[in-house]
């Protein structure tokens, strides 16, 4: 793994086409838009912080993907990375978010007022609502790439914070290196405790160093608000509960994350955000909002029905079992979400979820009646 | 050095409280101090060197090294660290010592005789790095693939007994794979999370290649764990043959990088310098597939082991179980022993832990036959 402190002197001994990685394997978006040309004017370069492209690239060169999935295959270690190395990152944004352009600017909205509806999901059909999104805090590097003081001094700061909310928030932090065993069992009962990663496009970006050092879980007392500390990103923010309430989910969601980020201003730590890419995060594909908004829902009848796949698309929605990423669905119940990131703020993203998921319950009965859905296929979101 | 010079040292030192290797064991937070702002030529760190001992706490009753060294200068830039690790994984090894290097086959004693009933095969094996390059935790791809240029150069010259072909990872036909698969020469993609953690994995497969010789009883793993793994392995009890032919096969290797002005990684105190602080001086295993099931049985296998300088393994290799009574017997030395005094403790001591298996399946003691501490 390519370690944020690793810098290999020798390597511009060489000429570009000797360190120019062998690509012709490989199906992800680095491997499509990283030419010889790009890789020899930008292998010179590296961040205030000392990231060069070869870190960048590093987890792209060494899962060469999947003809089926599309991977990223490269991380950013810091906020300046998406700056220094923007003649590749450009291109990869460009083709992972939809045209998304170098000129093009991102919107943010966080005023859950704004959300309509979404409160009236049949449950019969929606088990649980979830809106994640991820915050990397300026001026440290981020977890490809930082160093064990300043994943601690982000630890710090986070659990500041965190303990400093109340009401519906208030909450405890459970670090995972001095987490009681019972402490353990409860957080793996309730779904919240996170992993090692054990994905190699994890650990080859280097994200696992030092664990478990600084890193950790907090969660409300109600057990419908949780961050996770240091793991993928600075901050992986989760609101969530059971049923189709999404409305009261989102609503937690942008007043938790809101009060976060007063606090973190407070100590001149601001999230990073830049009116382009929106909030910068470790992984590519998740600027912008880097928001995950999504239900678990019985579909058994659309879910096997042939327009399943466009319905999908034209809602801007995708499918993943109730795993999670890259797992399969048990029982007809997916996990849907929005497809979007970047060029639409939350609000967009979270309406297209609550919009879509209501209009495929309503196919979802349709065809238990045995009746036609084909005037309900919706035209292209 | 970037934004981690910004915090102290007690903030960057890293959580040793739950872990059990060499590293942990001598790395204070004053060491760290005085040793995290310091880089080898190439830009090697102590962070880099500690990181496979950070994430891999080890277990009570294996003891792992804990570091790695990016490129020949570590040794000497971290020795405030690699020294005591080196003293307490080599028995005793000093900062003042010198090691001695025997590569002359025909200073070894017997080893053609061992009894091919018991001993089912032969093998040796060392490391080389190549002087010039770092090593593989930290070489970039232009490095690693001029090593593989360098090294199939210098293999392609060899014939006679030594006469073979290169099989790069990343070219192999299925045939070629399953073949090398079915002589167990094939080398897999690291995922020893210790081997890992150190990025000796990265780009893989490019650069990487398994050279063997037409009789396959010479192979050369090439940018692996080290730059090179030679061995040489035969079937049956002539450990003599197969440490002629590695010696042989090693003599001339080196001479020929020497033509192209490429020499090893060697000195005197270290001896031929590897990745692993564990593989310093000969970097030899020598050892034997042996079926011991009587003596292995016996409550004092393991001080009969001590006293012969000899470990133990199953025959997958490092840490794997013995199958069906067989062992894979060989030096538990790497360093302060040359190459043919670590042979020669194979082959004496293994010919005497078959007479002790003999005496034991006729139901006759041994302890006459115990041997003093060597």
Request: hydrophobic content about 35%; aromatic content about 8%; proline content about 4%.
């Amino acid at each position: 793994m390519p370690f944020g402190n690793t810098h290999n002197n020798f390597k511009l001994n060489y000429k570009a086409d000797d360190e120019y990685p062998d690509l012709t394997k490989h199906n992800n978006h680095m491997a499509k838009v990283l030419s010889k040309e790009m890789y020899g004017k930008l292998r010179e370069k590296q961040t205030p912080t000392g990231f060069t492209l070869d870190d960048v690239i590093q987890t792209g060169v060494d899962n060469p993907g999947h003809p089926f999935i599309m991977t990223v295959g490269c991380v950013a270690g810091d906020e300046e990375s998406y700056e220094v190395f923007k003649d590749l990152f450009d291109p990869i944004i460009c083709d992972r978010h939809s045209g998304y352009k170098a000129t093009d600017k991102h919107k943010t909205d966080l005023n859950f007022e704004n959300l309509k509806g979404g409160d009236d999901l049949d449950p019969n059909y929606v088990l649980s609502s979830r809106v994640r999104t991820g915050r990397s805090i300026k001026g440290y590097a981020l977890p490809p790439h930082n160093s064990r003081g300043e994943r601690r001094a982000v630890e710090k700061l986070s659990v500041e914070a965190l303990n400093s909310l109340d009401g519906e928030f208030k909450g405890k932090y459970y670090p995972l290196k001095s987490m009681t065993d019972a402490e353990q069992e409860q957080l793996i009962a309730d779904h919240f405790l996170f992993d090692k990663p054990v994905s190699p496009l994890l650990l080859a970006a280097g994200m696992a160093r030092d664990w478990p050092d600084a890193r950790g879980i907090w969660h409300n007392e109600n057990k419908t608000f949780l961050v996770w500390v240091n793991e993928e990103d600075h901050l992986r923010v989760i609101a969530m509960q059971k049923g189709g309430n999404m409305k009261e989910v989102f609503k937690r969601f942008c007043v938790g994350l809101q009060r976060i980020e007063e606090i973190f201003k407070k100590h001149n730590h601001g999230f990073m955000w830049n009116e382009h890419l929106g909030f910068v995060l470790t992984c590519p594909s998740n600027l912008g909002t880097g928001l995950r908004g999504g239900v678990h829902v019985k579909l058994p009848k659309l879910s096997t029905h042939a327009k399943f796949e466009e319905i999908l698309t034209r809602l801007r929605l995708q499918k993943r079992g109730t795993g999670g990423v890259d797992t399969a669905s048990v029982g007809g119940v997916f996990d849907i979400s929005n497809a979007d990131r970047i060029g639409s703020s939350e609000v967009d993203q979270v309406q297209c979820v609550v919009d879509g998921v209501k209009l495929m319950v309503e196919m979802e009965k349709k065809l238990e009646k045995g009746e036609s859905i084909d005037s309900m296929i919706p035209a292209q979101k | 050095l970037n934004l981690k010079m910004n915090f102290t040292a007690e903030q960057e030192y890293p959580d040793l409280s739950q872990h059990s290797n060499h590293m942990a064991k001598v790395l204070t937070l004053e060491m760290y101090a005085n040793l995290r702002d310091k880089q080898t030529s190439s830009g090697f760190t102590v962070d880099d060197v500690i990181q496979t001992g950070v994430d891999n706490p080890g277990h009570p009753f294996i003891m792992t090294v804990g570091c790695v060294a990016g490129d020949e200068e570590t040794y000497e830039v971290f020795k405030d660290l690699l020294d005591p690790i080196i003293e307490d994984r080599h028995g005793g090894y000093k900062p003042t010592d010198k090691h001695k290097t025997d590569l002359n086959p025909d200073n070894l004693q017997g080893g053609d005789d061992l009894d091919p009933n018991y001993v089912l095969s032969s093998r040796v094996r060392t490391g080389r790095s190549i002087r010039g390059f770092c090593l593989p935790p930290h070489c970039s791809r232009g490095e690693r693939r001029a090593i593989e240029g360098l090294s199939v150069e210098a293999l392609g010259v060899l014939d006679g007994d030594l006469k073979g072909k290169y099989y790069a990872l990343k070219d192999m036909t299925e045939e070629e794979q399953q073949q090398l698969i079915d002589d167990h020469f094939l080398f897999d993609k690291p995922v020893s999370p210790l081997l890992l953690a150190s990025g000796m994995a990265r780009d893989w497969p490019d650069g990487r290649g398994i050279w063997h010789n037409d009789n396959k009883t010479f192979l050369v793993w090439v940018n692996e764990e080290d730059h090179l793994r030679v061995i040489s392995m035969q079937k049956g009890g002539n450990m003599k043959e197969v440490f002629n032919r590695f010696c042989t096969g090693l003599t001339k290797i080196e001479e020929l990088f020497k033509e192209k002005g490429h020499e090893f990684m060697w000195n005197e105190h270290l001896g031929y310098v590897l990745t692993c602080p564990s593989n310093l001086g000969t970097g030899l295993r020598g050892g034997v597939h042996v079926k011991l099931p009587n003596l292995s049985k016996h409550e004092k296998f393991g001080e009969v082991l001590k006293r012969l300088r000899l470990q133990k393994r199953g025959t997958g290799g490092v840490d794997t179980a013995a199958v069906g009574g067989v062992f894979d017997i060989s030096n538990a030395d790497r360093l302060g022993f040359s190459e043919v005094e670590l042979v020669q403790m194979v082959v004496d001591g293994v010919k005497l832990l078959i007479e002790m298996e003999k005496r034991l399946e006729a139901g006759q003691s041994i302890n006459d036959l115990m041997p003093e501490q060597k």
